[in-house]
Nanobody
C-alpha cells in the first residue's frame, strides 16, 4: 500500500518562501503523475500543480504560476513544491496526491488514488 507523507509546512510572513516535500513509501511512483492540492478553511480542495512521471511535464494553477515550482526526484521517491513570494491567500493545508484513476484528469482531486495527510501552510500579512 502506497503511503505519502508531506513535510515542510509552517508559518511564514508574506513574501517569504517554503519548500514542501512529499515522500512516498510502500511502492515506487516513478511511472506515475503526481500533484499538489490545497484546502483552505471552508473551501473545497483546490488544484495547485502537477508533474508527469519524468518531471518534464508540469502544469500550475493560475494563482500560483510564476511563484511555485513543482519537481520530483524519482530516485528518492519524493516530490517537492518550492513556494516563493507567498501571499496570505496561500494559507491552506497542502496535500500531495499520486496515481491517477483510469482516464483521470491530473488537475482533478477526485481522480487521484493516494493522498498524504497534509501539511499546514500559514502566511501572515
Amino acid at each position: 500500500q502506497v503511503q505519502l507523507v508531506e513535510s515542510g509546512g509552517g508559518l511564514v510572513q508574506a513574501g517569504g518562501s517554503l519548500r514542501l516535500s512529499c515522500a512516498a513509501s510502500g511502492g515506487t511512483l516513478s511511472s506515475n503523475a503526481m500533484a499538489w492540492f490545497r484546502q483552505a478553511p471552508e473551501k473545497g480542495r483546490e488544484f495547485v500543480a502537477t508533474i508527469g512521471w519524468s518531471g518534464g511535464d508540469t502544469n500550475y494553477a493560475d494563482s500560483v504560476k510564476g511563484r511555485f515550482t513543482i519537481s520530483r526526484d524519482n530516485a528518492k521517491n519524493t516530490m517537492y513544491l518550492q513556494m516563493n513570494s507567498l501571499k496570505p491567500e496561500d494559507t491552506a493545508i497542502y496535500y500531495c496526491a499520486a496515481v491517477l484513476r483510469a482516464f483521470g484528469s491530473r488537475v482533478r482531486a477526485y481522480d487521484y488514488v493516494h493522498w498524504g495527510q497534509g501539511t499546514q501552510v500559514t502566511v501572515s500579512s
